[in-house]
Each structure stands twice: as C-alpha cells, then as structure tokens.
C-alpha cells in the first residue's frame, strides 16, 4: 500500500473518530514500522509561533516577567507530556487510545502495531533461531533506546546484534500493561485447566472463550508467534514448556492474587495452563509457517 494513501487513510479515521483507539485495517504483510512513524509524524509537536511582536519598549517587572516565563515553560512542558503520551506504545490498555494497531487476517480484532514490527525485525534478522530467544534478558540500555524510538515513532531497525532486545520488548510490551493480559481469568480454572486430562481437549477452547476481545486475538497473536519459535527447537533450544515458562508471568500476575506461601503451586498451574494453549494453538494450525 502507497504510503501516502496509508497517511491519508489514518488521517480521516483520526479525524472523524478522535476518542476510539488508533486503528488500521490493513493485511498480513504490513510494514507496522512505517506505520507507526506516520502516526508519531501526525502526533509531531508544532513549533510555536513567534511572540516578539508588538513587545513594549519599556523593560517590565523582572519578578513578573520570571512569574510569567515559568507558567508558559509549564504549560509547555505539559502539552509536550501530553504529545508524548499521544504516541505511546508501551504501558498503555490494549483499548488505549494512543495504540496503534493493524488487522491480520488470522485475527477477530486489530493487533498492535508495535508488536508487528518486532517480530518483523525478529524474522528479517533471522532471530527465531537464536539459543535462547525469549529466555536470555537482553542489554537493559538497548532495550530502553529501541522502545524510547518506537514510543516516539522513530524506530527503524535493530543491530544484527541486538535481535534478542526485539524478543525482549515483545515481552516487556505484555510485562508493562496496566492489566496483564488475562488477568480477567479466574485462578481456580487456570487450576482446573493444568489438572485436567492431557486427552482432555475441550478445556483450552472452554478457557479462551472466557477472555474478551482484543485481549483473546493479541494472546491468539502472541501463542501462534511462540508456536513459530518452537519450530526452531533444535537450533534455539526452546521448546513449546520452555517457552511457557519465561513467558507466563507477563501474561498473570500471581503475586496480586496469593499469599507467599501458595505462589509456587499456581505459578506452576499457570506455566502448564500456558503450555496446553500453545499445544492447542499448534494442533489447530498445524501448516503454521513463519
């Protein structure tokens, strides 16, 4: 898609419907980097205008001049706050209004943007083959550049070397959500769910349909990407369990839930009940390709 027609096309959505979340229809092949940069260029501070005319010749009050100068500094300061939460991708709701998002095919609702672009990065750079994707904790300074450039819409691509840091935000965009992801989730049916009958094939469906849109299409999203990593095994050694282990506590907070003492017992519920949603999505789209 012409890039201008895209800018075009955002421009009118955000026009006519400025309270609802950023949302792009587009398909599977999207280039979500380029996405994101025309929405921050849309959100893009104007520089503001000249003053100095019509300035009175006599020299004012000093103290009020200083009174006057630290208001407009503030109200400043806070439109900047303001632009910049316009453009943010981390840390806000999955309805948030500064989200941008694009609709895949294989999805009922939009996913965000920023995620797409990190597994784009992480595909080009041949990243799901690396040992230790998503369980070996990147450079905390490269992590904090990328998603400054990607709040900001001035991302546009990784060091060869920093490929576990696209691995790393993906998770850290789940870790920072105000609400994990399906916390909406009663503890005692991800403990029903890690008890049940391996042969048992109706639970995962039963569970899935307790977790509300767009929640139920990014996990959908997250699940069918980790199923792409695990097809890589023997070269990253991370299996369908492994992956449910390091990714688990980005989508539940059990500490918010339990006492100490009990945590070990439902975070294990919870890394199994993980693991049987990744088996389930891999059963269902067993032609799954990257």
Request: with cysteine.
């Amino acid at each position: 898609m012409d890039l201008r027609l895209l800018r075009h096309s955002m421009t009118r959505s955000f026009q006519t419907q400025p309270l609802r979340p950023k949302e792009v229809i587009l398909v599977d092949n999207v280039d979500a980097i380029s996405i994101l940069k025309a929405s921050a260029e849309k959100c893009a501070i104007k520089k503001a205008p000249s003053r100095m005319k019509g300035l009175k010749k006599s020299l004012p009050d000093p103290t009020k001049v200083y009174g006057k100068l630290l208001s407009r500094t503030n109200s400043q300061s806070g439109k900047l706050r303001a632009r910049q939460e316009e453009t943010k991708q981390f840390g806000v709701g999955t309805n948030g209004n500064s989200l941008v998002r694009v609709q895949l095919h294989r999805y009922a609702s939009p996913i965000p943007a920023v995620l797409v672009a990190l597994k784009q990065q992480l595909m080009d750079m041949n990243g799901l083959k690396m040992e230790g994707i998503f369980r070996i904790t990147p450079n905390a300074e490269k992590m904090k550049l990328y998603r400054d450039q990607l709040d900001k819409g001035q991302f546009i691509s990784c060091d060869a070397n920093d490929r576990m840091c696209m691995a790393g935000l993906i998770k850290e965009w789940f870790r920072s959500l105000p609400k994990p992801l399906i916390q909406d989730l009663e503890l005692n049916s991800i403990r029903s769910v890690a008890k049940a009958s391996a042969s048992d094939e109706t639970v995962i469906p039963q569970l899935l349909s307790q977790i509300q849109e767009p929640n139920n299409s990014i996990l959908s999203w997250f699940l069918d990407l980790l199923v792409m990593v695990a097809q890589y095994e023997k070269n990253n050694k991370m299996t369908l369990k492994n992956l449910a282990i390091v990714v688990a506590p980005n989508l539940y907070d059990i500490q918010g839930e339990l006492p100490p003492p009990l945590m070990m017992g439902a975070i294990d519920a919870l890394v199994e009940t993980v693991h049987r949603m990744l088996r389930y999505r891999n059963s269902i789209q067993p032609n799954l390709r990257v």
